[in-house]
């Protein structure tokens, strides 16, 4: 029996659950966040978005089956002709405009996490990628998920991120997750237990930056 991505997730269980139930996240769904904080992570999510579509680029470059090509390609495609369009209307809802984001720096964290995974899928190959793009990929739709399972969520007109949390339990997202998960769980059986090892590190450091982003967010670093 092969290992499957939830063996990923159980050798750094205690950066999963910072990851998916950090104070960031609570306050999405108690409605409390400071909405400062939350402007400041919707900007740098945008930049982020930018470079998640350079790493559906290079997942397209890494393919070696028609069947990877056309997913990378979905992928990259659905990033810049919806997500990014459904973003910038977004965030005009929070009162920054597109001309804001044109000229947005990025923030540390924002660069550590975004050139970690063009790194990691640069020098490996198209499973490295994978697992350094789960956190977000796979983590968004179990955020979601997990604060719909917490009785303290607000949910409705009275959250005024009800919307953020809304994206992420559609049933589109949560398709998009199932089948990545699929994709991964596919793949994660065949692997040894020493290259198990050195995904299990790629996922480790991934989460710890995605626990970062949170906290730029909280922070409102730069």
């Given amino acids: 029996m092969g290992y499957r991505f939830t063996d990923l997730t159980a050798t750094c269980q205690d950066d999963w659950r910072a990851y998916i139930e950090h104070d960031f996240v609570r306050g999405l769904g108690y409605g409390t966040l400071d909405e400062n904080a939350f402007r400041h992570y919707l900007k740098q999510d945008y930049l982020f978005l930018i470079h998640f579509a350079r790493a559906f680029a290079l997942a397209a ?6 069947a990877d090509l056309r997913q990378a390609h979905e992928g990259l495609k659905a990033i810049v002709d919806l997500e990014l369009g459904l973003h910038v209307g977004y965030c005009q809802e929070w009162g920054i405009s ?15 996490y975004t050139r970690y995974v063009l790194d990691v899928g640069s020098r490996g190959d198209l499973l490295d990628l994978h697992v350094a793009l ?20 607000v949910r409705g007109e009275a959250n005024p991120y009800d919307a953020w949390i809304a994206m992420y339990e559609s049933d589109d997202f949560q398709a998009a997750m199932r089948a990545e998960l699929e994709w991964i769980d596919a793949r994660l059986a065949d ?20 626990i970062d982003f949170w906290q730029m967010g909280l922070d409102r670093t730069d």
């Fill in 134 to 153: 789960a956190p977000c990929v796979v983590g968004y739709g179990e955020i979601a998920n997990w604060l719909n399972a917490q009785p303290s969520t």
């Fill in 191 to 210: 692997v040894t237990p020493a290259r198990f090892a050195e995904l299990c590190t790629v996922f480790r450091d991934a989460t710890r930056l995605e």
């Fill in 98 to 112: 597109e001309a804001d984001l044109a000229a947005l720096p990025e923030a540390r964290a924002t660069l550590a």
């Fill in 61 to 66: 470059y890494k393919s070696r089956s028609l």
